[in-house]
């Protein structure tokens, strides 16, 4: 089916390990997102990219790292995981810059040992 | 800088009764309003925005909301709750000059039978 998927669903990790959350879009949006959720905080972004190869950094970019090689997949990795980083993850498209609401996926449960 | 506010963290309705959830909004140059919502452990979907024109807009499920510019607020609305309206609903908020869309800490909406 069409739409916006992420993987793992859910993730079990230890702090320091190397963890990458999944993003993938069928509809070729140009513009992907990644959000984290918390409770008190909402959503904030941590990333986001106009296009292949173009990303910029969001709210809360520290401790992570995105790629956009292709236009359909945005992988968030988190390079040396901290508690401070379990939290549940969204990923997010849109076709338009300014005007076009965001298609999001399901979401990642990350939980840091 | 953008930012938005939804100043309850939880509203109580009795279901057939009028529900209004609170957000205000800051940013430089115009606005573009949406709402959003959450139903447990699924990603958001997309309600409603406003980009311009009519002050009320129209969106899914029988909701609306209001552009009110003078008190920088975009309420949302709906005549009659139902139960099954009972989410965590968010406001976002992007400006023109940004890519970045900016959501609230959202509003926990509980519609009693």
């Known amino acids: 089916d069409a739409g916006i998927t992420q993987s793992p669903r859910y993730k079990i990790t230890e702090t320091g390990r190397q963890v990458t959350l999944m993003c993938h879009q069928t509809w070729s949006h140009s513009y992907m997102f990644w959000y984290r959720q918390d409770l008190g905080h909402g959503l904030r972004l941590i990333y986001y990219?106009?296009?292949?190869?173009?990303?910029d950094k969001g709210e809360v970019p520290d401790g992570y790292v995105v790629s956009r090689s292709k236009t359909e997949n945005f992988p968030l990795t988190l390079e040396s995981a901290t508690r401070s980083q379990t939290s549940v993850y969204f990923c997010?498209?849109?076709?338009?810059?300014?005007?076009?609401?965001?298609?999001f996926g399901e979401g990642s449960r990350l939980t840091v040992l | 800088a953008q930012s938005v506010a939804q100043p309850e963290d939880q509203v109580n309705v009795a279901e057939g009764n009028p529900l209004t959830v609170k957000c205000t909004y800051s940013v430089s140059g115009n606005p573009y309003l949406f709402w959003y919502v959450q139903y447990p452990n699924r990603g958001l979907q997309f309600l409603l925005k406003?980009?311009?024109?009519?002050?009320l807009v129209k969106g899914s499920y029988g909701f609306e909301a209001e552009f009110n510019k003078s008190q920088t607020s975009f309420h949302l609305k709906k005549p009659s709750a139902l139960v099954s309206d009972s989410a965590l609903y968010f406001c976002?908020?992007?400006?023109?000059?940004?890519?970045?869309?900016?959501f609230g800490t959202g509003t926990r909406l509980q519609v009693f039978p």
């Open positions: 990219s106009a296009a292949a190869d173009i990303t």
């Open positions: 976002a908020v992007r400006s023109g000059y940004t890519d970045k869309l900016i």
């Open positions: 406003y980009i311009t024109g009519d002050n």
């Open positions: 997010a498209s849109s076709e338009d810059r300014v005007i076009g609401e965001l298609f």
